[in-house]
């Protein structure tokens, strides 16, 4: 069965830190390009961060760029995306998912359930 499963979710007061992580069962992620969505009640998915197979290329939300950072680790099978500097406004649910092209207007086959980033005093 394939599968992404994320993690490292949580809450963390304004200015803080989490990385979230995206791994991947039954198949390998060296083969997909890994975005990063997230949804904020009431609103609308956007996406946030992408890198492609290789990981030569990403590309972030304005509205992350200079706090976030995508990498990923082929040996774990494990997309990372590291979060700095949070702020309220990135509270949502954020999800992974796969697809051939680090791209906002791909088609992402594979997704994973979620993990919620509260940011909070």
């Known amino acids: 069965q394939l599968q992404l499963v994320e993690s490292g979710g949580g809450l963390v007061q304004p200015g803080g830190s989490l990385r979230l992580s995206c791994a991947a069962s039954?198949?390998?992620?060296?083969?997909?390009?890994i975005g990063w969505f997230r949804q904020a009640p009431g609103k609308e998915r956007e996406g946030v961060s992408c890198i492609s197979t290789s990981g030569g290329t990403t590309i972030y939300a304005d509205s992350v760029k200079g706090r976030f950072t995508i990498s990923r680790d082929s040996a774990k099978n494990t997309v990372y995306l590291q979060m700095n500097s949070l702020k309220p406004e990135d509270t949502a649910i954020y999800y992974c998912a796969a697809s051939r092209y680090c791209s906002w207007y791909s088609r992402y086959d594979y997704w994973g359930q979620g993990t919620q980033v509260t940011v909070s005093s």
């Open positions: 039954g198949f390998t992620l060296d083969y997909y390009a």
